[in-house]
Antibody, heavy 117, light 105 residues
Framework: QVQLVESGGGVVQSGGSLRLSCAAS????????MHWVRQAPGKGLEWVAL????????YYADAVKGRFTISRDNSKNTVYLEMNNLRAEDTAIYYC??????????WGQGVLVSVSS | QLTQSPSSLSASVGDRVTITCRAS??????LAWYQQKPGQAPKVLIY???TLQTGVPSRFSASGSGTYFTLTINSLQPEDFATYYC?????????FGGGTKVEIK
């Protein structure tokens, strides 16, 4: 079954850290770039980060640059998002998504990150 | 930057609905449309401006170029009530429109 399953969300205090995981199955994970996209409560979608299929390139939104790190382990079919120095405005549902050229063609179910001040 | 309009609309089953997405500057043909229902992840409907994703009903169509793009739903069905987002691709980043909520009249 082709799917993405996120985990690792939770409640964390402002300034804290969290690592999200996204486990892929049912497709050749090591041939796809992967995105993280987030959605604050009641708000729209916001792109967070992209990692190339072989981790040779990584890109970040300005809002998270220097605080978040995207990585992947192709032997485990998993992409990660390490989040440090979390702020209240990082509170959101975080989705991982499979990059297909110019769009995301497969999404995980999302994981909630709540940052308390 | 992508600006969607309207931000919300009310329509009846069977109606034809059109949502617009304007880019702040001219862009490539790499525009996509997503549907998101409450409590669910987004789902791609259209990519490369007008290509229907496999499995998406043909009542969905899209077109556009430059800075003006549209998504049309012909004969709105009960399962189409949702929020719709446009998305553009710039080398590596994704930019999303603010969303259009389609509600039942």
């Amino acid at each position: 079954q082709v799917q993405l399953v996120e985990s690792g969300g939770g409640v964390v205090q402002s300034g804290g850290s969290l690592r999200l995981s996204c486990a892929a199955s049912g497709f050749n994970f090591n041939t796809y770039g992967m995105h993280w996209v987030r959605q604050a409560p009641g708000k729209g979608l916001e792109w967070v980060a992209l990692i190339w299929y072989d981790a040779s390139d990584k890109y970040y939104a300005d809002a998270v640059k220097g605080r978040f790190t995207i990585s992947r382990d192709n032997s485990k079919n998993t992409v990660y998002l390490e989040m440090n120095n979390l702020r209240a405005e990082d509170t959101a549902i975080y989705y991982c998504g499979r990059r297909e050229r110019s769009h995301v063609d497969l999404w995980g179910q999302g994981v909630l990150v709540s940052v308390s001040s | 930057q992508l600006t969607q309009s309207p931000s919300s609309l009310s329509a009846s089953v069977g109606d034809r609905v059109t949502i617009t997405c304007r880019a702040s500057q001219g862009m490539s043909r790499y525009l996509a449309w997503y549907q998101q229902k409450p409590g669910q992840a987004p789902k791609v409907l259209i990519y490369s401006t007008s290509t229907l994703q496999t499995g998406v009903p043909s009542r969905f169509s899209a077109s556009g170029s430059g800075t003006y793009f549209t998504l049309t739903i012909n004969s709105l069905q009960p399962e189409d009530f949702a929020t719709y987002y446009c998305q553009q691709f710039n080398s590596y980043s994704l930019t999303f429109g603010g969303g259009t909520k389609v509600e039942i009249k």
